[in-house]
């Protein structure tokens, strides 16, 4: 987030666009709801009728993977009425002249032929969106989640600079991290391409800054994304596999081709909690601590660093990560010996220039978001407050691009995925919790009436769900939160996930996959069986 | 008997709230909304007022396990740690460093992100190592 979640409260203006706020961030749908109640308005853009959707002023149901012709209608209007920051675009930006030039490619009509959002609503939100003082954008995965992932985020960052909502109170872009600490573990260099602080490893400045810290030879060559690898594991190229509390049979598109690759692994460790898919296929299953059995720091979606305290001991012979790693490098012959997780902290902060002021005494009474370059500075909660990171904000003008696979006569339905309010992502710990297993004990596909109705499908039964990779057969749930045309499912029940049916296609640049979009159908399950039983 | 309460940050998703685990004689008995934290004011939602039910759920697991006869069975941390070690610099003595990967994780803290990164870059001399940022 280039902005911090307090924040969202005093902002006029809330744009929420592929983030099922209520469900996957409820803290932060809870400031959105008193930013309405203090005479924000608030856009909701989702494919479907999301609760957000309820309070919104507008909510619109763009077609899945259209987002990027949508922001290019608005900035279309913003432009056509004069209702950008001249002043701000003028001083801090740069890149303006192409923006303005493809931005004319996208006139109200046309891009409501794309999204299927009517040409006045498109206007309505850009007006609204442009004509508040200060406005934040909130995005999650239905955003990022698609082969033009990075076009999606860059059209966001153009609307922002577009109305100068960057480096001001109240306004930002501010993707919500679905994970605890996804985004400390980018912070601290678990990339393919960056050292921590993601200082980048084809820098020689850079490798030879680690390799005078960490005593020894580092590769200056980018490595492998979590999907590259697993394509590696099947040609062969890659090995040996390490996998520390991830579940990638769970949460990784196309989970056949998962197996596969996991299976063709000539040694798989895995360190976790519980024994996950993904364990069940190791070599040699290590039981690491949870976050109530260790002390460290987690980083949160608004860069604040904030402490995990120990409250109970690990179970059983269980250890915490941290030591694990020390223990496994000091085997593979290099000696690892750190006391205390604040002892490695002390290292993070010597070594990561955004870190640099941070230590375990300073978070203590309530985290702090970096950049924190010294002991003596405050924190960041406002990034590009006077100046961005490179100096001027770049405009990228993008046109809009078709998601990679589209419906056709064997497969006329769209899926799209999300989570579940009790569920938490592969449901390791969340069905392994009573009181939430309890609200949500199975999973189920979300069917708008009309397609159930023409499929002889009754709300509760069993349907088989078929893409390209494979088949699941799931509850239907009949609902009008969706449009005809398109289905919902989570991925948090392994024993029917939608991660079988998902499109491995990557964004070219970021290489995320396209889970948010893949042509699948539904079939009534009685007549598959009566079917299969004929032959 | 022992009561204490315990305050910490939330393992679900990224608002960073804080919470006080409850913990009486070593056991997990609650979760509660921590009211100084300025993000979560006292608050907390479904997933995170049972916070600590998972942990120390039967279903964990308390043993490291290595496959003997395709079945996964207990062993000791000295066996199961020694077969990793031997078997990772087995393959990278063969293969080379850039025929062994990582995966680090969103769930575990900066620390340990820290340090699998460092292992997989000093002790392999690749960068193959990721995690689910994009999953």
């Known amino acids: 987030m280039t902005n911090s979640i307090a924040e969202i409260e005093d902002s006029q203006c809330v744009f929420v666009i592929g983030s099922n706020t209520t469900v996957a961030h409820p803290l932060v749908a809870h400031r959105i709801y008193r930013a309405k109640a203090k005479g924000a308005k608030v856009i909701v853009a989702d494919p479907r ?7 919104a002023d507008i909510h619109v149901s763009q077609n899945l993977g259209s987002d990027v012709a949508l922001v290019n209608g608005m900035m279309n209007v913003i432009l056509s009425k004069g209702l950008h920051d001249k002043a701000f675009v003028e001083e801090r930006t740069e890149g303006f002249d192409a923006l303005q030039e493809m931005v004319k490619n996208y006139p109200p009509e046309r891009a409501a032929e794309i999204t299927g959002i009517s040409a006045e609503d498109i206007v309505r939100m850009a007006e609204t969106y442009a004509g508040a003082e200060a406005a934040s954008i909130l995005y999650t995965m239905g955003i990022t ?47 393919p391409n960056v050292y921590p602080a993601y200082q980048v490893v084809t820098d020689a ?36 596999m390490v996998i520390l509390g991830e579940n990638p049979v769970g949460s990784d598109p196309d989970t056949t081709h998962v197996k596969h690759a996991l299976e063709s692994a000539e040694f798989l460790a895995v360190i976790d909690i519980f024994l996950t898919d993904t364990a069940k296929l190791a070599h040699v299953v290590l039981p690491g601590a949870s976050y109530a059995e260790k002390d460290g720091t987690f980083s949160n979606t608004e860069r604040k660093v904030l402490r995990v305290r120990k409250a109970v001991e690990p179970v059983g012979e269980s250890k915490p990560d941290w030591q694990i790693i020390c223990e496994l490098s000091t085997r593979f012959g290099l000696p690892m010996a750190y006391s205390s997780p604040s002892e490695i902290f002390d290292e993070i902060a010597k070594v990561a220039p955004s870190y640099g002021g941070l ?21 960041t909660p406002i990034l590009h407050k006077d100046r961005f990171t490179r100096g001027k904000g770049l405009f990228h003008a993008i046109e809009y691009r078709p998601p990679d696979e589209l419906i056709d006569d064997e497969f006329p339905l769209q899926l799209t995925t999300g989570r579940y309010f009790p569920h938490y992502h592969t449901g390791t710990m969340t069905r392994n919790s009573p009181t939430l297993h309890a609200e949500m004990p199975e999973g189920h596909v979300e069917i708008n009436q009309e397609d159930a109705s023409r499929l002889g499908l009754k709300d509760r039964e069993q349907a088989r769900i078929v893409s390209r990779r494979g088949e699941i057969v799931s509850k239907v749930i009949v609902t009008d939160s969706i449009d005809p045309g398109m289905v919902f499912m989570s991925f948090h029940f392994m024993e029917a996930n939608a991660n079988v049916l998902t499109n491995p296609a990557l964004d070219p640049i970021c290489k995320i996959p396209e889970y948010k979009v893949c042509a699948v159908r539904v079939e009534k399950l009685e007549q598959v069986q009566a079917a299969a039983a004929a032959e | 008997m022992e009561l ?55 279903e964990r697991l308390t043993k490291p396990l290595i496959r003997k006869n395709g079945e996964l069975v207990e062993v000791s941390w000295d066996e199961a740690l020694d077969f990793t070690a031997s078997k990772l610099k087995e393959i990278k003595d063969a293969h080379g460093g850039d025929s062994v990967a990582f995966l680090t994780s969103a769930k575990c803290t900066n620390e340990e992100n820290y ?12 960068n193959n190592i990721d995690h689910c940022a994009r999953l």
């Open chain 1, 49 to 55: 009728r999301i609760h957000l959707a309820s309070i």
């Open chain 1, 145 to 191: 989640q698609h082969t033009h992932g990075v076009d999606n985020v860059k059209s966001l960052a153009n609307l922002a600079m577009l109305t100068g909502n960057l480096g001001k109170y109240g306004a930002g872009v501010n993707p919500l991290r679905g994970q605890n600490n996804v985004q400390g573990a980018c912070d601290m260099g678990g990339l």
């Open chain 2, 115 to 126: 340090l699998l990164q460092k292992f997989c870059r000093i002790g392999f001399g690749t």
């Open chain 1, 205 to 240: 400045g850079n490798k030879q800054k680690f390799e005078d810290a960490w005593q020894a030879k580092l590769s200056d060559r980018v490595g492998y994304t979590v999907m590259e690898m697993m394509h590696g594991l099947e040609d062969g190229s890659l090995k040996g």
């Open chain 1, 359 to 379: 230590s375990y005494e300073r978070i203590e009474a309530c985290g702090i978001p970096w950049p924190c370059p010294s002991p003596d500075h405050p924190g």
């Open chain 2, 4 to 58: 204490n309460y315990v305050r910490t940050t939330c393992p679900y998703c990224g608002c960073g709230c804080e919470m006080l685990l409850e913990v009486l004689d070593g056991k997990l008995l609650g979760t509660f909304p921590a009211k100084t934290n300025p993000m979560n004011q006292g608050k907390l939602c479904i997933k995170g007022w049972n916070a600590h039910e998972f942990v120390q759920s039967p």
